[in-house]
């Protein structure tokens, strides 16, 4: 079954460590995106990945990091300079030729005490 | 400064009779605009897109008008189902930039028996 898995579906945390969510697909998409999602708001883009070995930060970058080793991974990690990590993460992919139409995985809760 | 809004955070409607949820958008450099359904805990599902050379987009019971000079779109579910109760989100995004969605605040759709 083709599909992005996202794990742990639940992520629990001390303030001032860093957590890395992991994100495969392997629907051999192209790109790979983070996004973050809080109550009441849309889906805001974190960092995006067009290919492999690069990435480009998106609207709210500060305090996160990824890496696009593999074309069906792209890890997020979380680092103590996020102000409030504690929010619902998705993970996406598209095919290069319908870069619009992203297909997400069922997401990670963070919750940093 | 929100690009993409969805005016209207939860929308209720009978079982069988039509479902309108509205978008509007501030940049005209949008030309691609998608509607995602989202249940809660878990990732987005594609729904249903529609170019800015059209107007009017059709898939089943989901259709989307896209009216550019009032930079609007909707889109209509009829007739609604009970599983059609979720958060709908809709996104747009530009050529110029391509692989990045904006995305709106979401509309929350309940089909009522």
């Known amino acids: 079954d083709g599909g992005i898995t996202q794990s742990p579906k639940y992520l629990f945390r001390k303030e001032g460590q860093n957590v890395t969510l992991s994100c495969e697909q392997n629907?051999?998409?192209?790109?790979m995106y983070w996004y973050r999602q809080d109550p009441g708001q849309g889906l805001r883009l974190i960092y995006y990945?067009?290919?492999?070995?690069?990435?480009q930060k998106g609207d709210i970058a500060e305090g996160y990091s990824v890496s696009r080793e593999k074309k069906e991974s792209f890890p997020l990690t979380v680092t103590s300079a996020q102000k409030n990590p504690t929010a619902f993460y998705l993970c996406a992919s598209s095919m290069s030729d319908s870069l619009y139409e992203q297909y997400f995985g069922p997401g990670t809760r963070l919750t940093v005490t | 400064d929100q690009q993409v809004k969805q005016n209207s955070p939860s929308l209720s409607v009978q079982e069988g009779r039509i479902s309108i949820l509205n978008c509007d958008y501030t940049n005209s450099m949008f030309d691609y605009f998608l509607w995602y359904k989202k249940y809660p805990a878990e990732g987005p599902t594609f729904l249903i897109s529609?170019?800015?050379?059209?107007d009017k987009n059709e898939d089943g019971r989901f259709t989307v008008f896209l009216n550019k000079s009032a930079k609007h779109l909707s889109l209509h579910i009829v007739p609604s189902q009970p599983g059609d109760s979720a958060v709908y989100f809709c996104?747009?995004?530009?050529?110029?930039?391509?692989?990045?969605?904006?995305f709106g605040t979401g509309t929350r759709l309940q089909v009522t028996l």
């Open positions: 990945s067009q290919i492999v070995n690069d990435f």
């Open positions: 629907l051999n998409h192209d790109a």
């Open positions: 996104a747009a995004g530009h050529t110029g930039t391509a692989s990045k969605l904006t």
């Open positions: 529609i170019s800015s050379i059209k």
